[in-house]
């Protein structure tokens, strides 16, 4: 079983919808949770981090984190064509390094 | 301030040949990472050092695979012989005390292709 396991998508939403990215996890011990985004031919970047069960919001981006189903998503409103990216997830286990699933791609259609 | 930066940014190479890949960190940053990506395996770290020191190379893929980190703001990661099973996207990532946020700053990463 894969640590991280992420639909690889394509998932396509029109402008202006809410676009739902899931991720699940199979190290119980995983105790922190991270969203990263990578557009085409770039390198990754940190937009989310969750460490506690529930909703943490930061703008137009809603990350969700439930421990006992080891499942972790991201809700992105108002989806924007800029939006269009591959979405990894990533937990940490609480020392060192982070694993990373293979990623979703998002595509938003204007 | 600079980010991570890597370089070569493309190589293209033959079968059994040496390459060579390199990084500076972001100055200050203690931890560094190597990670390759590819379609079929995604992002896989392969080591990574904290204050030059390697701690865990686990994720090197055998014995042609080799990283150093001579001091603080520069690392290189070395494949010798190279094979088509090692065309892939190689990034640097660094980290300074904030690692534990989970919040890795990658570089533009090295495309290098095997023939």
């Known amino acids: 079983q894969k640590e991280v396991e992420q639909n690889s998508g394509p998932l396509s939403v029109p402008e202006g919808a809410i676009a739902s990215l899931n991720c699940t996890y199979s190290?119980?011990?995983?105790?922190?949770f991270f969203w990263y985004r990578q557009y085409s031919g770039k390198s990754p970047e940190l937009i989310m981090s969750?460490?506690?069960?529930g909703d943490k919001e930061d703008g137009r981006f809603t990350a969700q984190l439930n421990k006992a189903s080891q499942y972790v998503s991201l809700l992105i409103r108002d989806s924007q064509p800029s939006d269009s990216a591959t979405y990894l997830c990533a937990v940490n286990r609480g020392y060192s390094t982070l694993t990373f699933g293979k990623g979703t791609m998002l595509l938003v259609s204007p | 301030d600079a980010g991570v930066i890597q370089s070569p940014r493309h190589e293209v190479t033959e079968m059994g040949q040496e390459v060579t890949l390199r990084c500076k960190p972001i100055?200050?940053?203690?931890?560094l990472f190597w990670y390759r990506q590819t379609m079929m395996r995604g992002l896989e770290l392969l080591i990574y050092f904290n204050n030059n020191v390697p701690i865990d190379d686990s994720g090197m893929p055998e014995d042609r695979f080799s990283a150093k980190m001579p001091n603080a703001s520069f690392s290189t990661l070395k494949i010798q012989p190279s094979e088509p099973r090692d065309s892939a996207v190689y990034f640097c990532?660094?980290?300074?005390?904030?690692?534990?946020?989970?919040?890795?700053?990658f570089g533009e990463g090295s495309r290098l292709t095997v023939l």
């Open positions: 100055s200050g940053h203690d931890y």
């Open positions: 990532a660094s980290s300074g005390q904030g690692y534990t946020t989970g919040e890795l700053f």
């Open positions: 969750i460490y506690s069960n």
């Open positions: 190290d119980r011990v995983s105790q922190s």
